[in-house]
C-alpha cells in the first residue's frame, strides 16, 4: 500500500503561482512513477503531468506547457507542481496518483494509488 497526501491547494488571482506537493509514504519502491492529474466540477480527471523515478522522463498535458513544472525530491518521497501563469480554466481538484513501474500513461486506470486532492482556484 501506498499513501499520498497533497498539499498547497488555494485559492490565486489569474497570472500567479502556486506550488503543490504530494508526499508519498509506505511501500513506494525505487522504481515508480507520480503523476498530477485534475478534475474540474462535472468533467472527468485529466492529466496534467507525470515524472518517473529518476526524472528522466516528464510528460506534460499540452494546456499547462510552459507553464507548469514538475519535479520530484526522491529523498523525501515527494513530487512538486509548480503552477506558474496560472488562469481561470485551471480551477479544479488536483489529484497525486502513483503506479509502480516506469512507463508514463496518461490513463486515471493506469495508477494505482490516489491522494485525497487539494482545490486549486483561480479568480479572473
Known amino acids: 500500500q501506498v499513501q499520498l497526501v497533497e498539499t498547497g491547494g488555494g485559492l490565486v488571482q489569474a497570472g500567479g503561482s502556486l506550488r503543490l506537493s504530494c508526499a508519498a509514504s509506505?511501500?513506494?519502491?525505487?522504481?515508480?512513477?507520480m503523476g498530477w492529474f485534475r478534475q474540474a466540477p462535472g468533467k472527468e480527471r485529466e492529466f496534467v503531468a507525470a515524472?518517473?523515478?529518476?526524472?528522466?522522463?516528464?510528460y506534460y498535458a499540452d494546456s499547462v506547457k510552459g507553464r507548469f513544472t514538475i519535479s520530484r525530491d526522491n529523498a523525501k518521497n515527494t513530487v512538486y507542481l509548480q503552477m506558474n501563469s496560472l488562469k481561470p480554466d485551471d480551477t479544479a481538484v488536483y489529484y497525486c496518483?502513483?503506479?509502480?513501474?516506469?512507463?508514463?500513461?496518461?490513463?486515471?486506470?493506469?495508477?494505482?494509488?490516489w491522494g485525497q486532492g487539494t482545490q486549486v482556484t483561480v479568480s479572473s
Open positions: 515524472i518517473n523515478w529518476s526524472a528522466s522522463i516528464l
Open positions: 509506505g511501500r513506494t519502491g525505487s522504481n515508480n512513477v
Open positions: 496518483g502513483y503506479r509502480y513501474g516506469s512507463s508514463i500513461y496518461y490513463s486515471t486506470s493506469m495508477y494505482t494509488y
